[in-house]
T-cell receptor, first 115, second 115 residues
Framework: AQKITQTQPGMFVQEKEAVTLDCTYD???????LFWYKQPSSGEMIFLIY??????QNATEGRYSLNFQKARKSANLVISASQLGDSAMYFC????????????FGTGTRLQVTL | NAGVTQTPKFQVLKTGQSMTLQCAQDMNHEYMSWYRQDPGMGLRLIHYSVGAGITDQGEVPNGYNVSRSTTEDFPLRLLSAAPSQTSVYFC??????????????FGQGTRLTVV
């Protein structure tokens, strides 16, 4: 079974500052993928970034980067230079090998960016 | 590009009523899934399908039925609605691929209230 844990129900960050959203996971699969999704107040799920279990380098996508520490089973999302539009719910999710249709989600972190 | 289309966007049901949530995708994706989102619980998998004619249960399947007669459509049926089924429902689709970074595309969600 796979499990994702997000321990921060809510976070505040000032505009232009960096923020780290925590995600730890548990799985017995040797191969897996980790995803981060953003859910703004409008409700849609927006894919942000992906990290594979065998990827040697941490993933980056613009202002988003993933701090992947495999031994600690953590996959934290780092948002640099926060913007007001980053205020949203953020979900960490994972899939195991052969389960493309099945994602396991964490409970999410609500990020509020302030002036 | 329509992507994943869910209808309706909002629905209020009385306890005991039945209804079908519609999901259609135009990306020729093999995999389709239904999730429900509840406060503090993230997204949980209800049912999924790996292709036309093939469906399977997810984490929380009780009270829901699915079928997949075409690649494009994956309706979710509530047989006898209960207040515990008040939730936001998301349909997702993705290509069948052994690549772990295969992204899931989500519909806009259906907000269902059972009174």
């Amino acid at each position: 079974a796979q499990k994702i844990t997000q321990t921060q129900p809510g976070m505040f960050v000032q505009e232009k500052e960096a923020v780290t959203l925590d995600c730890t996971y548990d799985t017995s699969d040797p191969s897996y993928g980790l995803f981060w999704y953003k859910q703004p107040s409008s409700g849609e799920m927006i894919f942000l970034i992906y990290q594979g279990s065998y990827d040697q380098q941490n993933a980056t996508e613009g202002r988003y980067s993933l701090n992947f520490q495999k031994a600690r089973k953590s996959a934290n999302l780092v948002i640099s230079a926060s913007q007001l539009g980053d205020s949203a719910m953020y979900f960490c999710a994972m899939r195991g090998a052969g389960t493309a249709s099945k994602l396991t989600f964490g409970t999410g972190t609500r990020l509020q960016v302030t002036l | 590009n329509a992507g994943v289309t869910q209808t309706p966007k909002f629905q209020v049901l009385k306890t005991g009523q039945s209804m079908t949530l519609q999901c259609a995708q135009d990306m020729n994706h093999e995999y389709m899934s239904w999730y429900r989102q509840d406060p503090g619980m993230g997204l949980r998998l209800i049912h999924y399908s790996v292709g036309a004619g093939i469906t399977d249960q997810g984490e929380v399947p009780n009270g829901y039925n699915v079928s997949r007669s075409t690649t494009e459509d994956f309706p979710l049926r509530l047989l006898s609605a209960a207040p515990s089924q008040t939730s936001v429902y998301f349909c997702a689709s993705s290509h069948r691929s052994e690549r772990m970074n295969t992204e899931a595309f989500f519909g806009q969600g259906t907000r269902l209230t059972v009174v």
